[in-house]
C-alpha cells in the first residue's frame, strides 16, 4: 500500500515526482547520496555529468551512486544539484583565475540599512511609526 490511502505510489516515488515533501531525515539521505554521487564524480575528474563526454563518463564509473542519488531525491532536486555543481565548479576556476591575475577581492554586504541601524525590533518600530503606520 501506497503513502496515500488511495494511491499504489510508495513515498520514494512520491518524493521522487513531486508529489510528496521530504521529511528532515529524507533529505538527510538525499544530501548525503548527492554528496556520495559528486565524490564519484569528483574522483574521477568528471565535471559536467549532464551532457557528453562526462554524461557517458558518470554512467560509467559512477552508475551505482548515481542510482542511489536518483533513488533518495526528487527529480527536480537530482537535475537542480547537477546544474548548481557544474556552475559552482566554474565560478571556483574563474575566480581561481582571476585571482592568477592579480584581482583583489572585496567584501560586499547585502545589509539595506546602515551597520547598526534597522536591525533590531525597536529599530523597525520606529521606523513603521516614523512612516505613518499604526
Known sequence: MGWWPFSSETRGDA???????P????RA????????????????????ATKDPGASAAAKACAASSAEFEKDCA????KYFKQWR?????KKRRLDELRKQ??????VSTAFAPEGKGTSKDD???MWEKKGGN
Open 102 to 107: 592579480g584581482a583583489v577581492e572585496m567584501s
Open 15 to 21: 518524493i521522487r515526482n513531486g508529489n510528496a515533501i
Open 86 to 90: 557544474v556552475a559552482d565548479i566554474q
Open 75 to 78: 527529480v527536480a532536486w537530482v
Open 23 to 26: 521529511t528532515r531525515n529524507e
Open 124 to 126: 523597525l518600530q520606529s
Open 29 to 48: 539521505v538525499c544530501w548525503a547520496a548527492r554528496d556520495a554521487y559528486f565524490a564519484c564524480l569528483d574522483a574521477n575528474n568528471i565535471v559536467d
